[in-house]
């Protein structure tokens, strides 16, 4: 989950007050001790008639290219135009190992460091 918008911490989107907004990007079932998969996960934001946060691609396929990823990184935030995104975050939709793990990291956007002197 991630809430943002003006007032919550450092507001890098440079959203107002009105714009407060409250993003999914997982679920976690407590019964099972585990993250929905994407479809479940999906179709319950639905229900709950919530938002996710914005998705760039739902189809990509990982390339073994860091360089690459941070280009990726770069670009402008999608919820707002005129301010650089922090980077993308890379996940699986499902686990993909024996340990019922999923991959998930995120690529950082350099310039978004280098604004905020990070």
């Known amino acids: 989950m991630r809430n943002i918008g003006d007032g919550i911490q450092s507001n890098e989107d440079n959203l107002n007050q009105s714009e407060r907004r ?3 990007f997982n679920i976690f079932d407590i019964d099972k001790f585990e993250y929905l998969g994407y479809e479940e996960f999906i179709s319950i934001v639905n ?3 919530m938002e996710t946060v914005p998705f760039i691609d739902t189809d990509f396929k990982l390339i073994d290219d860091i360089e690459a990823l941070i280009e990726l990184s770069k670009g402008t935030s999608a919820l707002n135009k005129n301010t ?3 980077g993308i975050v890379i996940k ?3 686990e993909i190992n024996d ?3 999923r991959v998930s990291f995120k690529a950082i956007n350099p310039d978004f460091l280098i604004k905020y002197k990070e």
């Open 84 to 86: 650089r995104r922090e």
């Open 22 to 24: 409250l993003y999914l």
């Open 47 to 49: 229900q709950l008639d």
């Open 92 to 94: 699986s939709y499902e």
């Open 99 to 101: 340990m019922g793990e």
